[in-house]
């Protein structure tokens, strides 16, 4: 077994002890940063692929077989921004991880802690719409996360059935843009709602 998977290792790791980056990852920690990009890039294509292509394919089929240069150009480049933000992302995430674990000799929650903010701007590289819609899906988990965290220490309490109420009270408000005010709402968010709800 080489030393990269050493159990042993692993133990240390997990209990916060110091572990030297060549027993964690096979080469230096540039060469690390590197290939970890290149490898969650080509791992993000698999979902920002379909994520990019389906509502062309949904909501503009139309335009695409009308004029579909301009069209599959953008689709490119937006596949391409999202596959670098996730490797951009990651990579530099890992590698502040072992920067700290060198300085602080240990793999503490303070690492994790501090590498959030230092990967953060990688959000930079994505279309301004993205970033928008990256908001609206993580604020609610950092909520979630908050409330777990909260939820472990004894300072809330579960509330049942809380999730069908904000589920409700989210579909409501964007039920009530879509009708008093829809140039507020994306268009593809209209056009499925109009499809899966019959909403006109």
């Given at each position: 077994?080489?030393?990269?998977l050493?159990l042993?290792?692993i133990?240390?790791?997990?209990?916060?002890?110091y572990?030297?980056?060549?027993?964690?990852?096979k080469?230096?920690?540039?060469?690390n940063l590197?290939?970890?990009f290149?490898?969650?890039?080509?791992?993000?294509l698999f979902?920002?692929?379909?994520?990019?292509?389906?509502?062309?394919?949904?909501?503009?089929?139309?335009?695409?077989?009308?004029d579909?240069?301009?069209?599959?150009?953008?689709?490119?480049?937006?596949i391409?921004?999202?596959?670098?933000?996730?490797?951009?992302?990651?990579?530099?995430?890992?590698?502040?991880?072992?920067?700290?674990?060198?300085?602080?000799?240990?793999?503490r929650?303070?690492n994790?802690?501090?590498?959030?903010p230092?990967a953060?701007?990688?959000?930079?590289?994505?279309?301004?719409?993205?970033?928008?819609?990256l908001?609206?899906?993580?604020?609610?988990?950092?909520l979630?996360?908050?409330w777990?965290?909260?939820?472990?220490?004894?300072?809330?309490?579960?509330i049942?059935?809380?999730?069908?109420?904000?589920f409700?009270?989210a579909?409501?408000?964007?039920?009530?843009?879509?009708?008093?005010?829809p140039?507020?709402?994306?268009?593809?968010?209209?056009?499925?709602?109009?499809?899966?709800y019959?909403i006109?």
């Open positions: 077994m080489s030393k990269v050493s042993e290792n133990e240390k790791f997990r209990r916060g002890e572990v030297p980056c060549e027993f964690i990852h080469h230096s920690c540039e060469v590197f290939t970890r290149l490898k969650t890039a080509r791992f993000c979902f920002y692929g379909p994520a990019h292509v389906l509502p062309v394919v949904l909501f503009k089929l139309k335009k695409l077989i009308k579909p240069v301009p069209l599959l150009k953008n689709l490119g480049v937006n391409a921004r999202s596959c670098t933000f996730g490797g951009v992302m990651l990579s530099i995430s890992l590698y502040a991880l072992c920067i700290f674990n060198k300085w602080f000799k240990g793999t929650r303070l994790w802690w501090l590498a959030t230092i953060s701007p990688s959000i930079l590289i994505e279309a301004q719409s993205r970033k928008q819609e908001t609206i899906y993580l604020l609610p988990r950092a979630e996360t908050v777990n965290m909260l939820k472990a220490r004894g300072l809330v309490k579960s049942k059935y809380f999730e069908v109420f904000l409700c009270t579909l409501g408000t964007l039920m009530y843009f879509v009708h008093n005010k140039q507020e709402v994306k268009s593809s968010n209209k056009s499925s709602l109009e499809k899966f019959g006109n």
